[in-house]
């Protein structure tokens, strides 16, 4: 047992930290909100840094380091709520695919989020109300070639996004697509979402791609999908939780009223305890499903604690971060409301914790029955 | 990061289940815990059991080795503890890890030895004589007072909550040793007082969960050997006791028992089949095992930065208010799966042999005990998030 990070860890902490640093400011912060909340210029730097290519093999361009070191520079991407879109790109849209980067499109989609030329995402979610339901999205072979025909929505990243890859039926049978965006088959029109990111609806007509996986695979990449998702989200809310609560202990240490400080009555104080035991037990389940991803084997209940930790502490201490702030904590010209929106964000964006707590006790009595 | 426990520690937890479940958790162990009178030790059988335990050398394995132990690190003590209480043992936490060590570190050679051996023997039990009727949290404001006698002080007052007492063959007592009550914390001393001296009484507390005692001290005379430290040096040897063994109080096994036993349960017939399959049931078995999986790592993380010499003030603060009410929740979450049979007694009716009714008896001191969570609060607050003493 050993919970301390190792040496080149603490090095990517101290460089990521430094680099998001500069770059977090309130002034950058601003700007980037004029920009769906993506600063381009940052992300070049993290490419040039070698931080996109954290987790990616070095004969695409990477540093081949395993997931929990991802997690370590999520956490910090979450302390500064940095406008890059590290969490979908990195982990849910990338590391997926690695045990097919044989394929040249992968490779070729890989290499260029290393090197900060392109962006990878996946489009996991249609219109259709109905979450459980096969993809309505068409894949249909001409001459040789594939192509898509159908609608995608809340795509992360999707007006950056150069590749994207996405599920599609051909005939009854389900599988998963490589497409580039910029084509003609492919029109994208912005979303605006909570916490000012820019998302994009896909409508593929037509849309020429290439088949990744079909059949018992597809499954597969999708179950590493969500376990990625899941843990890199956990890890990220960490970081957004120690910057909630770092902005709520500073304010309730210095703001007096009736002549004290705010944070020496109880009744403020221990709220700020019990934010700071949620953001302790999501630490600790984030930091569980990491090693777990990390190591092999089935992350599925691990990652689907540290979900539900993640939905847990975001939603608590974002409220209760805000209620001892009172009115300041909402003022734009303050930092607390983009780690708000953020928190948010990624406990929708997970599904919510009523789907992760249902997913995890059927997983419960599936092991239990009789 | 390896948030595993390593092969040996996964093995020496391995090696205090067998232990417990082969040569402790006996069933006639079990059938007289089952009695009210003894539900926390103190009958013949429980004697048995305590001096084959100090026999074994598992009173003495976390005591640091100038004192006789075998100097178990912080994560070994831990897990001992843990698997002790998780096979329904009463653990002797007090003799074993609190106040055990910091007595055999403080105490005069007259008495040293003879009482050392005592408990590391499993022949003696010390129960903590702090908490008065006026004086709970606010511990300082204690009135027991002991007045020096020549040779001998001479003690009077009246102590509640003190735990084991009815068993013990010694009061661990805090008393006020200078009458000026403007000294508060640095007027107290601590005193090992035989419960078989002239003036002590013991009676007992029936409280909804557990018996507990209220001691009474009517000009009972000891010896000068038998104060604990300085006089007026008693506080720091109240405060000091060791982070570890806030986490003892809500170690995993404690809290995850509940969980295990209704899970083994329902899947031991076919006839709870559509109850595991009901959603609100998986929802609140979810919920469960999403908390306690954060409990488990709470507790061993702690563990390690005390092992690592932290102080893990902090850490076992936070934990003890998360694992206690955690206990209370999962009480709820447990029971209302088979309500209203959850509430059931006696033999022939009781769930889980009973384990799902008495939870929620017993399992709200948990919350207080052992330092009232609110204070637990304070220190998170204070010392964690870094905000400033309240008034």
Known sequence: MDFNLNEFQREILDLSDKLLGDYCTQARLRKAEDTGYFDAELWQQMADAGLLGLALPESLGGMAQDFETLTVLLEQLGRHVAPVPALPVLATASLPLLPYANAACVQAALRAVCSGEGMLTAALVEPSINKASAPQTRAEGRDGKVYLTGEKTCVPAGMQASACWTLAQDGSEVGIYLFACEQEGVARRVQETTNGQSLAYFSLDGAQAELLVKGADVDAVLTAARHYQRAATAALATGLCEGMLALASEHCSQRQQFGRALGSFQAVAHQLADCYIDKECLRVASERAACQLRDGGDADESSLVAAYWATEALHRISHRSQQVHGGTGVDRDYPLFRYCLWARQLEMDLGGQNSLLAALGSNIAAAHAA | ?391
Request: aromatic fraction near 10%; charge should be negative; charged fraction near 20%.
């Open chain 2, 1 to 391: 990061m390896n948030i595993e426990l390593s092969a040996e520690q996964q093995a020496f937890s391995q090696k205090i289940r067998d232990y417990m479940s082969q040569h402790m958790m006996t069933d006639d162990f079990k059938a007289e815990l089952a009695c009210e009178e003894f539900s926390h030790g103190g009958g013949p059988i429980y004697w048995q059991k305590m001096r084959q335990l100090g026999a074994d050398g598992w009173i003495r394995y976390s005591w640091p080795e100038e004192l006789g132990g075998a100097g178990a690190d912080p994560v070994e003590q831990y897990l001992l503890v843990d698997e002790a209480k998780r096979a329904g043992f009463p653990w002797p936490a007090l003799s074993a890890n609190s106040i055990g060590p910091v007595f055999a570190k403080h105490a005069q050679p007259e008495i040293r030895d003879k009482i050392v051996g005592e408990i590391l023997g499993g022949e003696a039990y010390l129960a903590i004589g702090y908490s008065e009727p006026s004086a709970g949290s606010d511990l300082a404001s204690l009135r027991t007072r002991a007045e020096r006698d020549g040779d001998d002080w001479i003690i009077n007052g009246q102590k509640i909550w003190t735990s084991c007492a009815n068993f013990s063959q010694y009061i661990w007592l805090a008393a006020r040793t200078d009458p000026d009550p403007a000294k508060r914390h640095k007027g107290l001393t601590i005193f090992l007082v035989p419960t078989n001296s002239v003036g002590y009484s013991c009676t007992l507390i029936h409280t909804m969960g557990v018996v507990t005692t209220t001691t009474y001290y009517q000009d009972v005379r000891i010896p000068d050997c038998y104060r604990v430290g300085e006089v007026n040096g008693g506080w720091p040897l109240i405060t000091g006791q060791l982070n570890v063994e806030r986490l003892s109080l809500v170690s995993y096994g404690h809290v995850a028992k509940l969980y295990d036993e209704t899970l083994k349960l329902l899947c031991s017939d076919t006839v709870y089949s559509e109850l595991l399959a009901t959603p609100w049931v998986q929802r609140n078995l979810a919920v469960a095992k999403a908390r306690l999986s954060a409990l488990k790592l709470m507790c061993l993380k702690s563990a390690w930065k005390i092992e690592q010499g932290g102080s893990g003030m902090v850490e076992a603060s936070a934990t003890k208010v998360f694992g206690s009410e955690l206990y209370v929740e999962l009480g709820r979450l447990m029971a209302e799966i088979l309500a209203p049979a959850s509430n059931l007694r006696g033999a022939q009716d009781a769930v889980l042999n009973g384990l799902m009714e008495h939870w929620y008896r017993k399992g709200t001191v948990h919350t207080f005990g052992g330092g009232a969570n609110e204070l637990q609060r304070s220190i998170v607050a204070t010392a964690g998030l870094g905000l400033p003493r309240g008034a």
